[in-house]
């Protein structure tokens, strides 16, 4: 082979070879472009996801925050009526006690009196 052949030789694998890796190129471009559109696509979509779930759980934090709400004032009601029934209780407990101390000491009286009497 001559000088003259082995260098348009050369220059031919050269040619090949920048055609090819501008060929990579432009496929590698275009790949990254490609996976930047879909990455894109996927990060929106997940982002309306996002907002959904944000949204059911605020709407569920509202719902439990209420129904806390409405357990709490039961309970103060309930806690309420308690606290009135003991005292009526005690209530009618001091009357029935005033009660029957008044007998006891009526009882008292008459027992005395009746002792007295007899001596």
């Known amino acids: 082979m001559a000088d003259d052949e082995l260098k348009r030789l050369l220059e031919l694998m050269e040619q090949r070879n920048a055609a090819a890796h501008e060929e990579t190129r432009r496929l590698s471009d275009q790949r990254t472009a490609e996976m930047k559109r879909h990455f894109d696509v996927t990060a929106e979509s997940m982002r309306g996801e996002i907002r959904l779930i944000a949204e059911a759980v605020g709407s569920l934090e509202e719902k439990v925050d209420r129904e806390v709400h409405r357990l709490d004032e039961k309970l103060d009601r309930g806690?309420?009526?308690?606290?009135?029934?003991?005292?009526?209780?005690?209530?009618?407990?001091?009357?029935?006690?005033?009660?029957?101390?008044?007998?006891?000491?009526?009882?008292?009286?008459?027992?005395?009196r009746l002792e007295s009497t007899a001596n």
């Open 79 to 112: 806690f309420a009526d308690t606290q009135a029934m003991i005292r009526f209780s005690h209530a009618e407990l001091e009357r029935r006690v005033r009660s029957l101390e008044q007998v006891v000491a009526d009882l008292q009286s008459r027992v005395e």
